[in-house]
Every structure is written in C-alpha cells, then in structure tokens.
C-alpha cells in the first residue's frame, strides 16, 4: 500500500512539473503563436530545432534560459517551437498547409538550430542558423523589435550606431 501511494506521489509530482514547465515557458506551437501573434501584434520568433542538435540543447540553457534573453522575448515577440523533424504535426503558413520538415524547408532551414523571425503580419523578416550566445542574442532581438531592418539599417550598423534614421 505504500509503495502505491509514493508511486501516486511521484507521478503527481511529475505531473505538476510537467505543468510548471509548461505554462513558465510560454513557447507555442506554430498556428497558435501565429494566432497570438495576430492578437496581439507582436513580431514572432520561431526555434526551429531537432531531438538530436547538441547546439540546440546549448542554446536552450545558455540563451533561451538567460534571464535578460526570458524577459525580452517574453515582452516583446510570441515564442513558437518547432521540431523540424516532426512529419506528424501540421501547420497552417500563408496559405498553404505544411508538416514540420516541410515548413523547415519553407523556412529554408539548412542547420539547427535555426532562429526565424516573422513581422506581426506573419512576413519572413529572416532566418538565421546556428548558436547565438546570450549576450549577442539580445542585440539581435532589440533590433528586430526596433524594426530597424525596416530602415534600411544593416545589423552590423545598428551595433555601432543604433537604429536612428539619418537625415
């Protein structure tokens, strides 16, 4: 009888931090962050990863997980993940319906992990590969939010002078 109950226990513990975990990342699945992203007009920024990528899991504990990083993207874009491996899940993208590997493609992910952004009116602003560290990473979402490619601002532009408009 007791191993019953401590085996309910730790199930319910489980369970409990599944749920946690969950709700305290805030990342969504595709048609729904692209859903809230309508809703709420912020610019979308999708992880598209794989089970495997060993600089997947590095940028999920030093990026991802970076408070500075959490708190940017939590108020500034919608978080959507993406397996690109997933041949199961669909996905509904300007109008045409794709699995996780063919969004990948449509996305033109060629490595993982691979970072897209999307405009608030669901427009492919850019895509880029690979490990972005923390500190580097938040430059890069500051100058999304700003929209400073919007102004004909290059990145590198941006980082020595800002997303100011000459003129």
């Known amino acids: 009888m007791k191993i019953q109950k401590l085996s309910l226990l730790a199930l319910i513990l489980v369970f409990s931090f599944l749920i946690a975990k969950e709700s305290e990342s805030n ?4 048609d729904n962050g ?4 309508n809703k709420t007009e912020k610019p979308v920024l999708i992880d598209f990863y794989t089970d495997w990528c060993h600089w997947c899991d590095v940028m999920d504990e030093k990026t991802f997980s970076n408070p500075e990083v959490e708190e940017y993207l ?3 874009f919608v978080k959507i993940r993406v397996n690109a491996e997933d041949k199961n899940t669909s996905h509904s993208f300007q109008g045409n319906n794709y699995n996780s590997v063919e969004l990948a493609r449509a996305f033109n992910v060629t490595g993982y992990p691979s970072i897209a952004f999307l405009d608030n009116n669901q427009q492919v602003i850019t895509v880029i590969p690979g490990y972005i560290p923390a500190d580097k990473f938040i430059k890069v979402l500051e100058y999304i939010e700003q929209e400073c490619y919007k102004k004909q601002v290059s990145f590198e532009e941006y980082l020595n002078k800002g997303c100011e408009e000459e003129g």
């Open 34 to 37: 692209v859903a809230q992203s």
């Open 74 to 76: 939590d108020n500034n």
């Open 27 to 30: 990342w969504f699945k595709f």
